[in-house]
């Protein structure tokens, strides 16, 4: 069985008591983080192996950052989307394990419909896009995860009146998701969670978290054909909880699929 899980964790070494515990508790063999906070030499690479994993890590100081923990060591190791696009922040980071490639990805938030960062957004988006086509998603098994910073419905939506035409609600963002998802990917969370009020993101002000005031942009995103192969995928709300828990939530993902 195959454990996945994504989380923007907003500090690993704020979080790092958070990220052992969560190892111990749920065991995955994969744990993809995003907004490491911090450069390559202040990661708690020694922590984090006496737990069992393997650390793979392309940071920042202060801003973004990506890292994968893996329980077997990743091949393949690729840091940023070279030479889909170029991008000076730290936002991607993929390698291989058991012939699957991982990629976590830190998606810009776009600060404003409309901003230079919206559209640095979209260029960049259409950069990750490239780099999945690259793959032949319908040839090679892929998993994508990461926080996408976009709601892609209503549903994923706590208020999608108030929201509608904002900032990682805008159609056009939308329709950036939707086209990564024609690629040949699935959002693996759907295929057992049709509901709404679902959420991954809670914003830290206004009792965001206590009121369900979410919405839902980290995902994990498998090739079609390992999708049919999920057999959990679920938010881990308990990591919202409690002493200086992130503004997110980790998404597990389950695959009926041996490690090799």
């Known amino acids: 069985m195959l454990k996945v ?25 994969i744990l993809m983080l995003q907004e490491l906070k911090c450069p390559e030499e202040k990661f708690p690479f020694e922590a984090i192996r006496q737990a069992g994993y393997e650390s793979a890590v392309l940071g920042q100081k202060t801003y973004n950052g990506v890292a994968i923990i893996s329980k077997g060591p990743l091949e393949e190791i690729q840091l940023g989307m070279d030479p889909f696009y170029e991008d000076v922040a730290a936002r991607v980071i993929r390698g291989k394990m058991g012939g699957i490639t991982f990629l976590c990805c830190y998606v810009p938030n776009g600060q404003e419909v409309g901003s230079e960062k919206f559209q640095y957004k979209l260029n960049w988006f259409q950069g990750l896009q490239k780099l999945v086509e690259s793959y032949r998603v319908n040839e090679e098994p892929i998993i994508l995860g990461g926080d996408f910073n976009i709601a892609p419905e209503d549903r994923d939506v706590h208020d999608p009146k108030s929201w509608e035409g904002k900032i990682l609600c805008s159609k056009v963002e939308r329709d950036h998701f939707s086209n990564l998802l024609a690629l040949g990917l699935s959002d693996v969370f759907r295929i ?16 965001g978290f206590q009121r369900n005031h979410g919405l839902r942009i980290d995902f994990v995103l498998a090739s079609d054909f390992l999708a049919k192969l999920c057999t959990h995928a679920s938010i881990d709300r308990e990591e919202r909880k409690g002493e200086r828990p992130s503004d997110h939530a980790p998404m597990i993902a389950e695959f009926n699929l041996p490690i090799k």
Request: charged share 25%; net charge negative.
């Open 192 to 207: 057992h969670h049709e509901e709404g009020g679902m959420f991954s993101w809670w914003d830290y002000r206004s009792f």
């Open 5 to 29: 899980v994504t989380w923007n964790v907003n500090s690993i070494n704020v979080r790092l008591e958070r990220v052992l515990a969560f190892l111990d508790r749920w065991k995955p063999d």
